[in-house]
């Protein structure tokens, strides 16, 4: 079957587009409708923590149903409906159900998805980064756009946007189709024998831990520029910087690995995340600092997570893909993002972003002196080669 390069492009295009538009400004929509920073980081946490369990649960459906795209359609549908009811809601307790609701959809989503995908691929794998590029695109266009319109009109018009751009996400579902051998695979053993090999458990602990530190920078780094007297579309600008240098690392990154390997992309990207950090952490009030702070986006999140989704791959494949990719997501984006949100909402009022930003480091110091100890240290099994990820 000729690989539905486009289809499955236009998904990443308009999944991310919706990231674009909810992540740097939901915490500047709740905050304008009078939400204090333990309420942002409570709503933000709700988001990341239902990717703790959903995931997995739809991650198991797909994998035993073998029915990974209609997962995903129904996702899809039901992501952009519940949605429209954060505009809706005119207390916490609404806005936190509403955010439930809406994420435990949204949050299913894309683990399948990269399943999905990689089943498409079949042997064609250096294909996934030129295809994953237009998320990345995505979310540039709508960061932008979403800047430039809220300096002009009210962030209250946010849930629309959003909503809009789900829809379109259900759409781009729709075009898709099913692999007739998604799940022709066999992985040798248990899923527990796989989950519970120590390189296995030390790499997820990883990405718990560099999660955990991003937490913040979702949470707070917007409310963090508008504070330092940024508007609107600046922020936007600030948060598209970060992908566009996430997109450069992706054309670039095949040819990197050849090089350097796996091993030490990884450890690369958790120090430069460690040193991202505490840039933002002591360095906030210089502009170049703040460049620098986002052109690290594509070493904490760009790199890292290229890393992190061929590991997964290797660790957990045919009829485990499913649940592999999810627990990545649960553990990772769920249950560290969700704990760095909570934590970074407690102590931003008491103590400052100086300091929880350096919380964030410290974070990701521990993520460091797990990898260099037990991940990826026989690059015969992990080394990330041309077939893999090519470049671009």
Same mark, same amino acid.
């Given at each position: /079957?000729?690989?539905?390069?486009?289809?499955?492009?236009?998904? =990443?295009?308009?999944?991310?587009?919706?990231?674009?538009?909810?992540?740097? =400004?939901?915490?500047?929509?709740?905050?304008?409708?009078?939400?204090?920073?333990?309420?942002?980081?409570?709503?933000?946490?709700?988001?990341? #923590?239902?990717?703790?369990?959903?995931?997995?649960?739809?991650?198991?459906?797909?994998?035993?149903?073998?029915?990974?795209? #209609?997962?995903?359609?129904?996702?899809?549908?039901?992501?952009?409906?519940?949605?429209?009811?954060?505009?809706?809601?005119?207390?916490? @307790? #609404?806005?936190?159900?509403?955010?439930?609701?809406?994420?435990?959809?949204?949050?299913? /989503?894309?683990?399948?998805?990269?399943?999905?995908?990689?089943?498409?691929?079949?042997?064609?794998? *250096?294909? =996934?980064?030129?295809?994953?590029?237009?998320?990345?695109? #995505?979310? &540039?266009?709508?960061?932008?756009?979403?800047?430039?319109?809220?300096?002009?009109?009210?962030?209250? =018009?946010?849930?629309?946007?959003?909503?809009?751009?789900?829809?379109? @996400?259900?759409?781009? *579902?729709?075009? &898709?189709?099913?692999?007739?051998?998604?799940?022709?695979? @066999?992985?040798?053993? *248990?899923?527990?024998?796989v989950l519970f090999k120590k390189h296995v458990i030390a790499f997820l602990l990883i990405c718990f831990l560099v999660q955990m530190s991003h937490g913040p920078y979702y949470s707070f780094f917007s409310i963090a520029l508008n504070d330092l007297?940024?508007?609107?579309?600046?922020?936007?600008?600030?948060?598209?910087?970060? &992908?566009?240098?996430?997109?450069?690392?992706?054309?670039?990154?095949?040819?990197?690995?050849?090089?350097?390997g796996l091993r030490a992309i990884l450890l690369a990207s958790i120090l430069l995340t460690i040193v991202r950090w505490l840039m933002l952490a002591w360095l906030a009030d210089s502009f170049i600092s703040l460049i620098f702070v986002q052109l690290l986006h594509a070493a904490s999140f760009g790199a890292f997570h290229v890393v992190a989704i061929q590991l997964i791959h290797q660790y957990f494949y045919g009829q485990f893909q499913g649940r592999g990719q999810a627990l990545y997501s649960s553990v990772g984006y769920g249950a560290g993002g969700m704990c760095g949100s909570l934590i970074a909402g407690m102590l931003w009022d008491e103590v400052g972003a100086t300091w929880v930003f350096t919380l964030a480091a410290a974070f990701s110091g521990l993520a460091f002196v797990i990898a260099w100890l037990w991940v990826a240290r026989d690059q015969k099994k992990v080394e990330l080669s041309e077939r893999d990820f090519n470049a671009v």
């Open positions: /079957m000729k690989l539905p390069y486009w289809r499955l492009s236009n998904f =990443y295009f308009f999944y991310f587009a919706s990231l674009g538009a909810l992540i740097p =400004y939901f915490g500047l929509y709740l905050k304008s409708n009078g939400y204090t920073a333990w309420h942002v980081g409570l709503v933000i946490a709700v988001i990341q #923590g239902t990717k703790i369990i959903a995931p997995y649960l739809w991650g198991w459906l797909a994998d035993h149903k073998q029915r990974r795209l #209609g997962v995903i359609r129904m996702a899809a549908f039901f992501t952009f409906i519940a949605f429209g009811f954060v505009a809706q809601a005119d207390s916490l @307790t #609404g806005v936190l159900l509403a955010s439930f609701v809406f994420s435990f959809f949204w949050n299913a /989503m894309l683990p399948q998805f990269e399943a999905l995908t990689f089943s498409l691929l079949k042997d064609q794998p *250096s294909d =996934y980064s030129r295809i994953r590029l237009w998320g990345s695109f #995505g979310f &540039v266009l709508a960061v932008t756009a979403c800047g430039a319109a809220f300096d002009v009109i009210s962030v209250n =018009y946010l849930p629309l946007v959003v909503v809009l751009i789900l829809a379109c @996400t259900w759409v781009a *579902s729709l075009l &898709v189709t099913e692999p007739s051998n998604t799940g022709s695979a @066999t992985h040798a053993g *248990s899923f527990k024998s007297g940024y508007s609107e579309l600046q922020i936007g600008q600030f948060w598209s910087l970060g &992908v566009v240098a996430e997109i450069v690392l992706f054309i670039f990154i095949g040819a990197m690995a050849q090089k350097i």
